[in-house]
């Protein structure tokens, strides 16, 4: 089974600020992990993804995350926030090999960026 | 190709009725999964097809819902007998064999009364 945890609900920073949404993910097989950006209304957009090569991935607008198998973790970090960054943030696990679930994400609760002018 | 289309946008019934949702994903991919969402929550796994085949299904999705794929293209999603719980974002998402990274479509919002 696979889970995930985002540390906050919601995350309120300064524009031109540091971005740090905490994810941290349980399995019991090695993971693939993802990050998806939601803005109103719309559907889920990739920001990044790990597939066991590099830990330290670069995604788009920015965002960069790093895969710590002894933290279980894979935060979401961007130099600098931008107010066009406010959306909400969805960190997600699935497993890396085959069978019938390879592919099914599971989500966590999510996490709402606010970015103060 | 634009991307993973979902049809309608918007949906509003009254408890009771019987609901249809579309999805058309990208052309050249074989897997095609979906999603619901519901207020303040991620995404939640409800079943996933591999070319016309359902592979697996969420102890989520009750008798009343069903979903087919039947010429391995576009899919559709079925909630029978409606209930107020089911009130949601229904998303779809389609991804390679190749590369497990999936794209989602623009979601389906059920509102039932």
């Known amino acids: 089974a696979q889970s995930v945890t985002q540390l906050g609900s919601h995350v309120s920073v300064s524009e031109g600020a540091l971005v740090l949404l905490r994810c941290n993910y349980s399995?019991?097989?090695?993971?693939?992990l993802f990050w998806y950006v939601q803005y109103p209304n719309q559907g889920l957009q990739l920001l990044l993804k790990y597939t066991s090569a590099a830990t330290l991935v670069k995604g788009i607008n920015g965002f960069e995350a790093e895969f710590k198998k002894s933290e279980t973790s894979f935060h979401l970090t961007k130099p600098s926030a931008h107010m066009s960054d406010a959306a909400e943030y969805f960190c997600a696990v699935s497993p890396n090999a085959g069978g019938t679930s390879y592919g099914k994400l599971t989500f966590g609760q999510g996490t709402i960026l606010t970015v103060h002018p | 190709d634009t991307g993973v289309s979902q049809d309608p946008r918007h949906k509003i019934t009254k408890r009771g009725q019987n609901v249809t949702f579309r999805c058309d994903p990208i052309?050249?991919?074989?897997?095609l999964y979906w999603y619901r969402q519901t207020l303040g929550q991620g995404p939640e796994f409800l079943t996933y097809?591999?070319?016309?085949?359902?592979?697996?299904k969420s102890r989520l999705l009750s008798d009343r819902f069903s979903a087919e794929r039947p010429k391995g293209s576009f899919s559709t999603l079925e909630i029978q007998r409606t209930e107020q719980g089911d009130s949601a974002m229904y998303l779809c998402?389609?991804?390679?064999?190749?590369?497990?990274?999936?794209?989602f479509g623009p979601g389906t919002r059920l509102t039932v009364l």
């Open positions: 097809f591999q070319n016309e085949a359902q592979l697996e």
């Open positions: 399995s019991s097989v090695p993971p693939y």
């Open positions: 998402a389609s991804s390679s064999d190749r590369y497990n990274e999936q794209f």
């Open positions: 052309s050249e991919h074989n897997r």
